[in-house]
């Protein structure tokens, strides 16, 4: 049985694969990225907990990151409609389906990365925080 923290990384990563990029998870950035862009889900880290007693529980605020890559002429333009889309689809369901809390992206910082004989890359990492609690610190 998957722990809670997989199983929202999870619910996390398929909520990514309704979009129109291709949305992996923890894979290394392949050498083409796709037409509709790219989205590569990092597990993250989950921090330190906040713990409350009676009962037992652990708090998180686990910060994933989601790599968003685009590539082409229109790179700008396709870069910003990616990432609204990210968030239209976080804003939707802040909750993953009753798995946690609360869900929140931050904004990301783009950069633009030449490529030899190849387009221009745009990429960017979103954090995204999970808020969760926990009854088990490994669970």
Known sequence: MPTPRET???ALHAMLQTLPATALRGDVLP???PAGGLLILRDGEPGEPE???SPLRYHYQ???EIEAVVQGADRDADFDTLTASIGAVLAADRTLGGLCDWVEAEAPRPIDLAVE???TLKAAVIPVVLH???AD???
């Open 8 to 10: 929202i990384l999870a």
């Open 132 to 134: 969760y609690a926990s």
């Open 51 to 53: 713990v409350t007693l």
């Open 31 to 33: 050498e083409r990225v």
């Open 137 to 139: 610190p490994l669970t």
């Open 117 to 119: 004989g190849a387009a």
């Open 62 to 64: 686990h910060r994933a």
